[in-house]
Structures are given as structure tokens and as C-alpha cells.
């Protein structure tokens, strides 16, 4: 079922659909995490309904380029940047990310930002019967090899990527960024609880970067009571 949220405290709407899947703290938190400077080309991929746009077009009046395969998940998306009148300011794309490198050119961007699905596509894999979401969890469509290779071509020289993503694929990520020439710059841990593992990460690399790596101070998410902590609350405020 099509519904019209808030997008938490932007004074944006997004328009989501239940049957697929909404957006997550995930998006809030990589937002949260960047670096935003003037004048800056930014390209979001795995879009999905465009959380990650819509949030920062609030925090920038740079040219944002979103992309999206699932035409389902496209047409959320183009709703919701139509409703909020954001035409001129994203440019969505419902297409294939892995052929972005032929419609723009080389170092063409300052800032990839990415929601990327988590989980690797293999036979044990447990999926959801419903394909989109499948897609949008899974590496059926994309994986880190492509999201690395795409960010090495269009990424302008010291142009970042900024990616959230899962602990138990940091070696991983790590590795396949310095193949493609992506130092790893800053990366937070995020944990759901005190004394729990972390669940989340969020990660910077910066295309021919210098060999310096800065781990953040751990984010934590809830109290034992399942309540924010104030660390959170004070995103939030700083939204509204």
C-alpha cells in the first residue's frame, strides 16, 4: 500500500509503499556522517525511494544525481522529488548504476554516497519472497567490486565515497577499495545497544587519497529500554 510520510523531521514528504520496505536509520546516519562542502556534483546510488537526496538537499544547493533499477522503487522516488518540488536540484536516473560510466565521464563527481545492498548473493542466502526487496538486500544486481569500480571512475581525484554498510564485510570493503585505488578515510561503528556487537558501519574513501585512516568515536543507538539515546535524539534535533 502507497503511503505519504514525513521524512522525519526535513519538513519533506516521501512517498513510500509498505508492501516493498521504508526507509531506514541507516540513511539518517550516513547523512549525518558527511563532509559537505560548496558547489560540490554529488551522485547517490541504490537511490531507493531517494531518502538519502531528499536529506540532503536540506543540507546543500549542489546538483544531485540519484539512481534507482527497480522501476517500482524509481516511481516512489520520482513522486516524492516531485512533490517536494526538488526537480531542479535531482536529477533521477531509473537505470542499471554499473552503466553510469557511459553516460558520464570520467571524474565527473565530488561526492558518491551509497545504501548499497548488504548481503551476498550465494545459494545459501536467505531471501524474501518478495524480489524487490530481494534486490534492494542482495548483491543480484550490484555488488562491491561494481560500487568500487564505479566510484575509481567517476569520482574526481580526492573525491569521496561514502558508503554504510555491515562489520563482517569491513575486511572486505577495505580490500576492494585499495584495488581501486579508494584510501579508507573515516569509518564509525555503529551499535545498537551498550555491551551489543556493532551491526552497522558507516565509511569514507577518497579516490588517490593519502594512507590515513581515522576510526570515529562508536555510536550508539538505544538505551535498555529501547529508547533513543541522546546522542541520537541530538541528530534529530539538529534535523528539526
Request: aromatic share 6%; net charge neutral.
Amino acid at each position: 500500500m502507497k503511503v505519504i510520510n514525513d521524512l522525519l523531521g526535513y519538513n519533506l514528504k516521501i512517498v513510500q509503499d509498505t508492501d516493498y520496505f521504508n526507509f531506514s536509520l541507516d540513511s539518517v546516519l550516513l547523512v549525518h556522517f558527511l563532509n559537505l562542502k560548496k558547489n560540490m556534483k554529488i551522485l547517490d546510488i541504490c537511490s531507493g525511494n531517494c531518502p538519502i537526496p531528499l536529506m540532503l538537499s536540506t543540507k546543500t544547493n549542489s546538483k544531485i544525481v540519484a539512481v534507482e533499477i527497480q522501476k517500482e522503487i524509481y516511481n516512489l522516488a520520482k513522486e516524492s522529488i516531485e512533490l517536494n518540488d526538488l526537480q531542479n536540484q535531482i536529477e533521477l536516473l531509473n537505470m542499471d548504476a554499473k552503466d553510469l560510466t557511459d553516460s558520464f565521464e570520467t571524474d565527473s563527481f565530488d561526492l558518491i554516497t551509497c545504501n548499497p545492498p548488504y548481503f551476498k548473493n550465494n545459494d545459501s542466502s536467505k531471501k524474501n519472497d518478495n524480489s524487490i526487496k530481494t534486490i534492494a538486500r542482495h548483491e543480484l544486481m550490484i555488488n562491491l567490486e561494481d560500487i568500487m569500480r564505479l566510484a575509481r571512475k567517476l569520482l574526481k581525484n580526492n573525491g569521496s565515497l561514502v558508503m554504510v554498510h555491515r562489520p563482517e564485510r569491513l575486511s572486505e570493503i577495505i580490500s576492494i577499495m585499495l584495488k581501486n585505488n579508494i584510501s579508507p578515510k573515516r569509518i564509525q561503528f555503529i551499535y545498537p545497544k551498550d555491551n551489543k556487537e556493532s551491526n552497522m558501519l558507516i565509511i569514507e574513501g577518497t579516490k588517490n587519497g593519502n594512507n590515513s585512516l581515522k576510526v570515529l568515536e562508536p555510536m550508539i543507538i538505544h538505551n535498555e529500554d529501547g529508547s533513543y539515546k541522546d546522542n541520537i535524539k541530538d541528530i534529530f534535533k539538529t534535523i528539526e
